[in-house]
T-cell receptor, first 115, second 114 residues
Framework: NAGVMQNPRHLVRRRGQEARLRCSPM?????VYWYRQLPEEGLKFMVY????????ESGMPKERFSAEFPKEGPSILRIQQVVRGDSAAYFC?????????????FGPGTRLTVL | AQSVTQLDSHVSVSEGTPVLLRCNYS??????LFWYVQHPNKGLQLLLK??????LVKGINGFEAEFKKSETSFHLTKPSAHMSDAAEYFC????????????FGGGTRVLVKP
């Protein structure tokens, strides 16, 4: 049973480019969460999605950031017009549809570097 | 609202000696509490969780944690440190009433000396 998968593992972008981060949840999981870890800090919640729905985006920056979890395919975190301050590790977590919903299983993360 | 304070940003222990990582939390709800471990450039692995059952929780790799409501604490311990325990450890709180989003402490980096 594969765990949560994220790709790419490392992503380098120049200022002003777009970054697209992908997350495939564990098999059978329909809840996806995105977290950001800035250097030397803990993880901060960004957004919580279920299939085709954004449930809670209270941690998302107001501009340039968006997330989706389509009916088919992985969840995508998109960052438009990246700036140096977006350099961080972005982690995706998933949880099952009911029962044990509060246990989240993390992917290996995508480390974004903005030049 | 919920928050987590990890009282030590760095802990250094000798191999074979006990490890204690301190965590205090604040939550307006009935919380679930977790400890995750992150090895360098890796993702997060769940060590253990508390969800209102037994207050002493046993996890993987010999770790355990005790939930003390009166002290709002959830300290992590291990009787004997191993070199492979060198990593960063995060104490985490969540609550169904808060949408299950995880709130992380700042992390404690553990160094194990031979």
């Amino acid at each position: 049973n594969a765990g949560v998968m994220q790709n790419p593992r490392h992503l380098v972008r120049r200022r002003g480019q777009e970054a697209r981060l992908r997350c495939s949840p564990m098999k059978g999981h329909s809840h996806v969460y995105w977290y950001r870890q800035l250097p030397e800090e803990g993880l901060k919640f960004m957004v919580y999605l279920q299939k085709e729905n954004i449930i809670d985006e209270s941690g998302m920056p107001k501009e340039r950031f968006s997330a989706e979890f389509p009916k088919e395919g992985p969840s995508i975190l998109r960052i438009q017009q990246v700036v140096r301050g977006d350099s961080a590790a972005y982690f995706c977590a998933s949880s099952p549809p009911r029962g044990g919903r509060d246990t989240q299983y993390f992917g290996p993360g995508t480390r974004l570097t903005v030049l | 609202a919920q928050s987590v304070t990890q009282l030590d940003s760095h802990v250094s222990v000798s191999e074979g000696t006990p490890v204690l990582l301190r965590c205090n939390y604040s939550s307006s709800y009935s919380p679930s509490l977790f400890w995750y471990v992150q090895h360098p450039n890796k993702g997060l692995q769940l060590l253990l969780k508390y969800t209102s059952a037994a207050t002493l929780v046993k996890g993987i790799n010999g770790f355990e944690a005790e939930f003390k409501k009166s002290e709002t604490s959830f300290h992590l311990t291990k009787p004997s440190a191993h070199m492979s325990d060198a990593a960063e450890y995060f104490c985490v709180v969540s609550a169904k009433a808060a949408g299950n989003k995880l709130t992380f402490g700042g992390g404690t980096r553990v160094l194990v000396k031979p």
